[in-house]
């Protein structure tokens, strides 16, 4: 099982610039794939963004593509999600995610479900005034 502890989250100002950190520990970190999820009140937890192993590969959720990167540092354990042009409608708690799954990446079910994460961290809130 691998530990996650998000950090970052804060308000901003609509238009805005955010920096998001997920550390990781308990396992190999650069053999899973990461990713990030959001949840605002009332409604369910939706995909945002996943970066491979290497962090070559990475895939977004259509609401956030061109706004947010998504990035990891494998020699420090730890993945980011840069969040520009921030909209009120990004508000919401950030959830840290690693695939259950060692070695694998599969774009086609990461924005689907949530199925592929084993592991959650315990969330940041985002709030983005306008």
């Known amino acids: 099982q691998v530990q996650l502890v998000e950090s970052g989250g804060g308000l901003v100002q609509a238009g805005g610039s955010l920096r998001l950190s997920c550390a990781a520990s308990g396992r190999t970190f650069s053999n899973y794939a990461m990713g990030w999820f959001r949840q605002a009140p009332g409604k369910e937890r939706e995909f945002v963004a996943a970066v491979s192993r290497s962090g070559i590969m990475t895939y977004y959720a259509d609401s956030v593509k061109g706004r947010f990167t998504i990035s990891r540092d494998n020699a420090k354990n730890t993945m980011y999600l840069q969040m520009n042009s921030v909209k009120p409608e990004d508000t919401a708690v950030y959830y840290c995610?690693?695939?259950?799954?060692?070695?694998?990446?599969?774009?086609?079910?990461?924005?689907?479900?949530?199925?592929?994460?084993?592991?959650w961290g315990q969330g940041t809130q985002v709030t983005a005034s306008s």
């Open positions: 995610a690693a695939d259950r799954i060692p070695f694998r990446w599969n774009p086609s079910v990461l924005n689907t479900s949530t199925s592929w994460v084993g592991s």
